[in-house]
């Protein structure tokens, strides 16, 4: 039996660090913001190489405040993927604008910037990039479109802790970064959690005081705010598990890479990071023609996978008034038909992913190649250069 995902595991390992932490909060009382708190947000903003960093009680909440201090609202859109997780939707009509959905790189499986420019509307003020599975966006022509057309960029960095561009930080390109610490993330609390980071000071000034009720001092509400302040033990919690994020990173990238060698035979199946990226590995995805098969297969051995995600935002119930119909971003709905996220965590081990890969190959043994190089002719090559090799 090998599981998706272990936190006990985690925990295990730290849990003396992690006890006395939270046992410090408890002792001083500090549940909202506080010492700990403070000390976590100038240990993140250094981690992702930002000047501010401003915490918050989860990812969607980072979103949700970045695109208010961006000052977007009703009447505006907001250019992103369909290729994420609902929040980074959800963000955007909790600020009152429209998404406007693009579809990603078939390489990659980040937004495509050669589709950006059609998208913009004079009502265009972001664009949001989504950093999917831990691999930064395409950011140099992200960020050369919107100084050209005067947008304002939001990366959701929810599943890219540690991921670099170029050399670059995710979460330290665009205009703000936000950040889940939900606890799957590669980064996680012990309950709900984020951060917005900035190297604007206009901009962290308004984050922080939107988080706390619109309080420039004590009851002094001088703009219309919401609670989306970090609890005290999740402060201490995250500064932990600061001690350990970059190892953990590490063994999250030499098990990928454990899983790209051993499924080097079948490549055009694997994630293709690009020469300049340091992805990070907070999912592990392969592409398979047929995917739901190998699902219940896998799962049937005891291996758990997962998908991330099976029905794209566009096509959720939950956004039809948003008007998209299937055909309108191919790349998305075929990748949400084919990816198959196998088990990555840094206490997985590497006999494990030689099992995970084994025994896939034994449940699916024709679902890669063949229909894969059929069906890529039929879609237009990324424009992102691959692996430099
Ligand atoms: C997890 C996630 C979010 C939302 O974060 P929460 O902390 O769960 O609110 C937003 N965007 C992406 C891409 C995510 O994976």
Redesign the pocket.
Known sequence: MIPFLDLKAQYAKIKPEIDAAVERVIGSANFVLGPEVTAFEERFAEYCRTSHCRAVN??????HLALLAAGIGAGDEVITVSM??V??TA?ILYSGAKPVFVDVDPDTWTMNPALIEAAITPRTKAIMP???HGLMADMDPIMSIARRHGLVVIE?A??AHGAEYKGRRAGSIGDLG?F???PG?NLGAFG???AVVTDQPDLVRRVSLLRDWGQEAKYKHVVAGYNYRMDGIQGAVLNVKMNHIESWTDARRSLAERYDTLLSDIQLACPQPPWYSRHVY?VYAVRLSRRDDALRSLRDAGIDVGIHYPVPVHLQKAYAELGYQPGDLPVTEMLANQLLSLPIYPELLPEQVAEVVSTLKRVAPLEFARDLHGERDQIPAGPINRRAS
């Open positions: 989860s990812g969607t909440s980072a979103l994420t997780f929040a980074t963000a989504v950093h999917l959701d929810a599943q936000c889940s610490f939900y993330k709900e959690g984020g907070h």
